[in-house]
């Protein structure tokens, strides 16, 4: 059973910087795609990044290109989101997912997320 746990949300100002972290524990296979996708009131949810473990390949949403990069720990089963230059509409909870999947792109359904972190970005 795949278990995901996000930490490390919490409140900033604008043009700080967060960095979240995501545990998956529980996976069979090594190869598969981890992302983050963030969701807040009002507004679809959004895609943020993932990352293919096998060779690393990633995708971000266009909102976040230039400021967010998404990584993996030394251990596959780890996932950050290091998140610079932040702004005000980047307020949302934020999921991690993964899903066993060939590809990251386009996003595939992601069966496993995490219960989310808040990241709240003030003016």
């Known amino acids: 059973q795949v278990q995901v746990v996000e930490s490390g949300g919490g409140s900033v100002q604008a043009g700080g910087s967060l960095r979240l972290s995501c545990v998956a524990s529980?996976?069979?296979?090594?190869?598969?795609?981890m992302g983050w996708f963030r969701q807040s009131p009002g507004k679809d949810r959004e895609g943020v990044a993932a990352?293919?473990?096998?060779?690393?390949?990633?995708h971000y949403a266009d909102s976040v290109k230039g400021r967010f990069t998404i990584s993996q720990g030394r251990a596959q089963d780890t996932l950050y989101l290091e998140m610079n230059n932040l702004k005000p509409e980047d307020t949302a909870i934020y999921y991690c997912?993964?899903?066993?999947?060939?590809?990251?792109?386009?996003?595939?359904?992601?069966?496993?997320w995490g219960q989310g972190t808040q990241v709240t970005v003030s003016s």
């Open positions: 529980g996976h069979t296979y090594s190869s598969r795609c």
């Open positions: 997912v993964t899903a066993y999947v060939g590809s990251c792109w386009p996003y595939p359904d992601f069966p496993y």
């Open positions: 990352i293919y473990t096998t060779g690393g390949t990633t």
